[in-house]
C-alpha cells in the first residue's frame, strides 16, 4: 500500500466511527510560552484537555505534522543514526474529549491493525501500566483486561512509569498508556531471541508504533494527582513507522515516503546509498532534515539567530556539515530537494507547493552562508592548529571555534584526527558545560499551582468595546525566574486586556479597588486560550471588586500601527504585485515591522509609491468595518486572504478598511484618519525573499520629522549656514578625497625614500641580509617596504620596529627560502621578541606582527634580533 493510501485509510476508518476529520495544526506555534513546535499530536489540543475551551466535536482524528528537536522530546542526535526516528514525522492521531474511553479505543486501534491493513497478529505486542508506589497508582487492570478480548495474554506486556504513563509536562492532564509494538525482524532472528525481550528495547526492527494514552489524571505543581472531571483519549501513531511494517521493508527510509528523495540525493552527489555507512548516515540525515526544514518554512518559521528560528538554522546546519564531510559536497544542493518533496507531498500538504520557490531561495541562501562559515572555520582551525605546541589542542581553543564562529565541533575534531592531532575533549566538554549552566541560570523559573477563587471556565474578553471593565480575579499564581525576579499572574472573569498575539503586542494598565489599592498590569499574554495578566505585586485584598483599566495612549498607538500594518500589507500587494505574502510582523505602541515575500531591493521609487498609497487611504478616512465570529470559509469568501492554516475549531474575525480584508484578532482604529500619518522609516532584507519594512504612524511621525529637522539646523550650522546645504557638503567630501590623494601619494614617496636607506644598511651576517631598525612608517607602510624588499633578495632577515599613538609595532619578515633552510619562523620571533614591547601577535613563517603598549621596550627587541642568525 502506497504512503497516501495508508494515510488516507487511517482518517476514513475514524471517519466511519464519527471522528471528524481536520487538517494538521501549523507545526510551529506562535502564540505559546512552554513549546516552539508541535512535539505530538496533542499539542495543538491542548486546550480542551485542560478544560479552557471546548472541541467542536468530542471525536476528531487527523495526521499531525511533529517536530522532535528541543526541549522534552529530543531525536535530534538520533535521526541519521537509527531507521525509525525522524525530527519532522506525521502523527496519525484519533481522540476523544470527554466521549469514548478505553474500551473503544482498544478495540479500534485493534481491528484498524489487524483486520482494515492485516498486519498479522503474530508480529503484534502490546503494553499496559504496571503501577507506581511513588504515585500511589495501581496497575491500570482496566486495559489489560480490555486488552485480553483482542491478544494472547503472553503478549501483553507490562511497562514502568517511564514507558506507560505519559504527561503533557510538569503539570497538566496525565494518564496511563498502552503502546502497540510490532516486531519485524527475520524468521531465524525471531527463533534466537523472543521479540518479547526486545520490546522498549531500542531495537530498529521491535518498534512502538502506536501509543494510546488514557488521559485521566491532571498532575499539580506539588507532584500530587488528581482526577480528571472528564476523561479523555489521545493516541499517536508514527505514520512513517506504520508505512515501514505496510510496505515490509525494514528501514522508514526504504518507505516512499523517503526513497524519492535518497534517490535524488543519490542523482546529485553521484554517491549511492546502502553502500557504505558514513554515507549512509549522511543520506538519511539529509532527506530527513530537509522536510523538517521546509515544512517549517512552509510554516511560515525562517532560520534565525534565536528561538524557533535558531532550531531551523541548527537542522538546516546539521544536514549541510553531513553533506560537507561525508558527500564532499561544498556547494548548496539541499534546496535542490525541495522539487521532489513538494511533488511527493504537495497534495497531503498544500503549503509545500504553495511556497515552493521561497523555500527553495530560503535554504539555498542558508546553505551558501553556512559554507562560507566552514571555510572560515577551516582557516580559523589551521592557524590554531600552527600555533599549538604538542599534538593536543586545547579545549577553550575549540569551544572559541564553536561558540563564536559557529564550526561544528564534530567536525573539529575528525580534521585534526587527519592532521596527526588530537583535540582536548574533556576540556571543550568542560567549556559547554560552563556555557550551559550560564544560560540555564539565567532562565530557570518555578511556576506554582493556581489558586483559585472563583470556578469559572469562560472568560470573557471585552477589549475590542472597552478599555476599562469591572473585573474579579477568578485565580492566581506565583511564577519565579531568576532573570524577572518574582512575578504574579492573575486572570479575571473578564477583561478589557488584550493579549500578545497576532504579532501584537500585549496590554498595559492597572488594577485598582474601591480602597484605591493599584497594581500595574505590565503585559498581557495568552497561554492555553486564557488571558493572563502580569504584576509585580498581588492585590492586597484578591478578593475584592476592581476596576481594570487599560493604558489607553499606549493602545490608541499601537491600533493606530495595526491598522497601518494592513494598509501596508494592500499597497505591497498592489505596487510590487500579488506574490507579495506576510512572513510576520510585529505591531508595537512605538513602531510596526512587517516582513514579506518578495525578491529584490525595494526602489526609492517603489518606497514611495507605497507610502503614498498608505497615507491615501488614511486620507480616505476609511471606517473600520469588523465581523466576528464568522467561519472562515465566510471570510474567504468575501475575499479575506487566508494567511499560514488556522487550527482546526477557530471562527474568524475578519477586519476591513476599504478594500483591504483581514483575518485578525488584533485591535484596531476606528476609522484610517485616526493613523494621521504613515512613514517608512527603514527597508531591508531578512532572508532570501523576504524583506522587511519598519514604520511608524501619528505621533511618532511627529517626533520623527522634528528630530530630522534638529538634525539638519545642526548640520547646516556646521556648514556655515551655507544656502545649499547639500552643494557645500558634496564640496567638503571631494576636497577630503583630493586631500586623502595627496596623503598618499607622499606617504608612497616617504616610503620609497625609506626603503632606499634601509637597502642600504643591510649588512651581510653568516650570508644572511639583515636589519633590525627602528622607522617612521604606520603598519601599512611597513609591510610594502618589507615586501618590496623581500622580492629583491631571497635571503633576507628584515625585523622594523615602529612607534605610533604611543603604541609599539614589531613586523618581521623572513625570506621563504631561509625559513625552509634555516628553520626560521617570523610568527615566532615576534612572539618572543614581543615580550619586549609588552605584547604579542602572530602571522605566517615568512610575515608577521606584534603590537605591544610598551614602546621603550622597541630598543631591546631590535638588539635581540641578531641572536636569531646565529
Ligand atoms: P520512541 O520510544 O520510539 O522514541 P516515543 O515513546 O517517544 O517513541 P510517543 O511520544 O509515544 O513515542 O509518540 C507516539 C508515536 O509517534 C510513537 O509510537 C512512534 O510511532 C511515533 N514517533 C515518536 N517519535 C518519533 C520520531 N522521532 N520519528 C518518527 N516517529 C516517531
Ligand atoms: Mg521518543
Known sequence: MKSQEIRATFLNFFKDKQHAIVPSAPMVLKDDPTLMFVNSGMAPFKEFFL??????????????????????????EEVGY?????????????????????????????????????????????????????????????????????????????????????EMGDQGPCGPCSEIHVDIRSAEEKAKVDGKDLVNMDHPQV???????????????????????????????????????????????????????????????????SKDEKVDVAIRVISDHVRAVAFSIA???????????????????????????????????????????????????????????????????????????????????????????GHTVSGEKAFELYDTYGFPIDLTSLILGENGYKLDEAGFNKELQKQKDRSRAASEMSTDDWTVLINDADQ???????????VKITRYRKVTSKKEGDMYQLVFNLTPFYAEGGGQVGDKGYLEDVNGDVVYILDTKKENNVIIHFTKNLPKNVEAAFKAVVDAKQRYRTECNHTATHLLHQALREVLGTHVEQKGSAVH????????????????????????????????????????????????????????????????????????????????????????????????????????????????????????????????DLLNNAKEPVKALQNLQEENSSL??????????????????LKGELVDVNGIQFLAKKVDLDAAGIKDVAFELGGQYNNLFLLLAAEQNGKALLSCYISKELVANKDLNAGQVVRELGKFIQGGGGGQPFFATAGGKNPSGIEAALKEAKAYLN
Open 589 to 716: 505602541s512605538k513602531y510596526l515591522r512587517f516582513d514579506f515575500s518578495h525578491f529584490s531591493k525595494l526602489t526609492v521609487d517603489e518606497l514611495r509609491d507605497v507610502e503614498n498609497f498608505v497615507n491615501a487611504r488614511i486620507d480616505g478616512k476609511l471606517p473600520l468595518e469588523e465581523k466576528r465570529n464568522i467561519p472562515m470559509d465566510e471570510a474567504i469568501a468575501q475575499g479575506a486572504m487566508a494567511l499560514f492554516g488556522e487550527k482546526y475549531g477557530d471562527t474568524v474575525r475578519a477586519i476591513r478598511f476599504g478594500q483591504s480584508i483581514e483575518l485578525c484578532g488584533g485591535t484596531h482604529v476606528k476609522n484610517t484618519a485616526d493613523i494621521w500619518h504613515f512613514k517608512i522609516t527603514s527597508e531591508s532584507a531578512v532572508a532570501a525573499g523576504i524583506r522587511r519594512i519598519e514604520a511608524i504612524t501619528n505621533d511618532a511621525v511627529k517626533d520623527f520629522y522634528q528630530e530630522n529637522n534638529r538634525a539638519f539646523f545642526e548640520m547646516k
Open 740 to 757: 586623502k590623494k595627496q596623503i598618499e601619494a607622499l606617504l608612497k614617496d616617504k616610503a620609497k625614500n625609506i626603503k632606499g636607506e
Open 82 to 166: 537509527d531507521t525509525y526516528h525522524h525530527t519532522l514525522f506525521e502523527m496519525l492521531g484519533n481522540w476523544s474529549f470527554g466521549d469514548y474511553f478505553k474500551e473503544e479505543a482498544i478495540a479500534w486501534a485493534w481491528e484498524l491493525l489487524t483486520e482494515v491493513f492485516k498486519i498479522d497478529k503474530d508480529i503484534l505486542y502490546v503494553t499496559v501500566f504496571e503501577g507506581d508506589e511513588g504515585d500511589k497508582l495501581p496497575m491500570d487492570t482496566e486495559a489489560y483486561d480490555l486488552w485480553k478480548k483482542h491478544v494472547p495474554e503472553n503478549r501483553i506486556l507490562k511497562g514502568n512509569k517511564k514507558d506507560n504513563f505519559w
Open 299 to 389: 510554516d511560515g518559521q525562517l532560520p534565525s539567530n534565536n528561538g524557533a528560528g535558531y532550531v531551523i538554522r541548527r537542522i538546516l546546519r546539521r544536514a549541510v556539515r553531513y553533506g560537507f564531510t561525508f558527500l564532499d559536497k561544498k556547494e548548496p544542493f539541499i534546496y535542490r530537494l525541495v522539487d521532489v518533496l513538494s511533488e511527493k507531498m504537495g497534495s497531503a500538504f498544500p503549503e509545500l507547493k504553495q511556497q515552493k520557490q521561497l523555500i527553495q531561495n530560503v535554504i539555498k541562501e542558508e546553505e551558501q552562508s553556512f559554507l562560507r562559515t566552514l571555510e572560515q572555520g577551516l582557516i580559523l582551525l589551521n592557524r590554531i592548529v600552527e600555533e599549538t605546541k
Open 460 to 470: 470573557e474578553f471585552i477589549g475590542y468595546d472597552a478599555l476599562e471593565a469591572n
Open 207 to 273: 518498534v512502538e508504533i502506536w501509543n494510546l494514552v488514557f488521559m485521566q489524571y491532571n498532575r499539580k505543581a506539588n507532584g500530587s494527582l488528581e482526577p480528571l472531571p472528564n476523561k479523555h483519549i489521545d493516541t499517536g501513531m508514527g505514520f512513517e513507522r506504520l508505512c515501514m511494517v505496510l510496505q515490509n521493508v525494514q528501514s522508514n527510509y526504504d518507505t516512499d515516503v523517503f526513497t524519492p528523495l535518497i534517490r535524488e540525493v543519490e542523482t546529485i552527489t553521484g554517491k549511492n546509498y
Open 51 to 76: 478544560g479552557n475551551a471546548e472541541p467542536k466535536s468530542s471525536r476528531i482524528a487527523d495526521s499531525q505534522k511533529c517536530l522532535r528537536v528541543s526541549g522534552k522530546h529530543n531525536d535530534l
